[in-house]
């Protein structure tokens, strides 16, 4: 499938998730302060399955933000149906969730964020 909610859905500030075989995906509306002011965005996540990306190495994560209008959706839909593509058969094949651990932050960095 492949694919993102119209604009509308985001304008309205919600955020979208969904998969193709084991490569998911998450797409957040936004905004990031500029020299005129405020630009809206849309920032799309790309993680590999089993695990959700809180429970997913950081090294194995993409992200890239878009501007929250046509042309930022049509881009953000392209970009990635683009990372699919380019390796088609590492999203085919995960590990079962059964058969691996979801990751956690070394000690120190849980420490840090609790201090």
């Not at 933000?65 to 590492?90: C, H, K, M, N, Q």
């Amino acid at each position: 499938m492949l694919d993102l909610p119209r604009l509308l859905y985001f304008k309205n500030k919600n955020v979208y998730s969904a998969n193709q075989a084991e490569m998911r995906y998450r797409a957040t509306p936004g905004k990031r302060k500029t020299d005129d002011g405020e630009q809206a965005i849309l920032t799309v996540e790309i993680w590999p399955g089993p695990w959700t990306i809180e429970y997913t190495d950081p090294a194995l994560r993409q992200s890239e933000t878009f501007a929250l209008d046509e042309e930022g959706l049509t881009a953000a839909r392209g970009w990635i149906r683009s990372v699919y593509d380019a390796d088609p058969d590492r999203w085919q094949t995960a590990p079962s969730i059964l058969d691996c651990e979801p990751w956690t932050p070394p000690a120190q960095e849980q420490e840090e964020e609790q201090g």
